[in-house]
């Protein structure tokens, strides 16, 4: 099992950038895939970006593309997330998983373990 723990995020205004860590405890995250999701008030989780246990390939969705980056640093054992142009639609609380499996999945229901999530909170 893993255990994961966001961090870093808080309010900022729109336009501006934030980058969320999440650290994984328990075995090593390399051998999971990862992903980011995110909630908002009164909306159903949705899917971010995933990425492959090694890094090689990742996808974001379209609409974070070309905003956000999702990345990971096995030798920390760290997922990241860095968005940039932040905007009040991005006002979510956001959540890392990792997944048994080692290729990309975008839906929730694709992993094993979830964090307790990061609240992202974008003023206009």
């Given at each position: 099992?893993?255990q ?8 900022v ?20 895939a ?40 096995n ?40 964090g307790q ?8």
């Open positions: 099992q893993v994961l723990v966001e961090s870093g995020g808080g309010l205004q729109a336009g501006n950038s934030l980058r969320l860590s999440c650290v994984g405890s328990g075995n090593p995250l390399r051998k999971y990862m992903g980011w999701f995110r909630q908002a008030p009164g909306k159903e989780r949705e899917f971010v970006a995933a990425i492959t246990w090694n890094g090689d390939r990742a996808y974001e969705a379209d609409p974070v593309k070309d905003r956000f980056t999702i990345s990971r640093d030798g920390k054992n760290t997922l990241y997330l860095q968005m940039n142009s932040l905007g009040p639609q991005d006002t979510a609380v956001y959540y890392c998983a990792a997944r048994e499996e080692r290729g990309l999945s975008t839906t929730r229901y694709g992993y094993d373990y979830w999530g990061t609240q992202v909170t974008v003023s206009s």
